[in-house]
């Protein structure tokens, strides 16, 4: 069992940045891929960016590459997303999951566990 919990999530204006944060206890966490992910209302459920157990396999969606980043560090059992020239369609919920192995996916199918997820606004 893995547990996850995001923070760092909040009101920020256009053009703003964040940096989430997620936690992770059970396991060890360098077991797993991590990915993060983002509902916003009346959507799917979104991958944005996922990191193998190393850290040398990351992926990204279309709609963040060149604004957001993610990181992992195993020793502190965190993984990160920065999230830089934030619009307002960024607004959502975030979340970040731990695969079912140690390699870097975007299908959310292949994650076994999930935070509860950090909300971001973006205000324009």
């Known amino acids: 069992q893995v547990q996850l919990v995001e923070s760092g999530g909040g009101l920020v204006q256009a053009g703003g940045s964040l940096r989430l944060s997620c936690a992770a206890s059970g396991r060890t966490f360098s077991d797993y891929g991590m990915g993060w992910f983002r509902q916003a209302p009346g959507k799917e459920r979104e991958c944005l960016a996922t990191?193998?157990?190393?850290?040398?396999?990351?992926y990204y969606a279309d709609s963040v590459k060149g604004r957001f980043t993610i990181s992992r560090d195993n020793a502190k059992n965190a993984v990160y997303l920065q999230m830089n020239s934030l619009k307002p369609d960024d607004t959502a919920v975030y979340y970040c999951?731990?695969?079912?192995?140690?390699?870097?996916?975007?299908?959310?199918?292949?994650?076994?566990?999930w935070g509860q997820g950090t909300q971001v606004t973006v205000s324009s």
């Open positions: 999951a731990a695969a079912k192995d140690h390699k870097a996916t975007m299908v959310a199918a292949e994650y076994s566990y």
């Open positions: 990191i193998s157990w190393s850290g040398g396999r990351i």
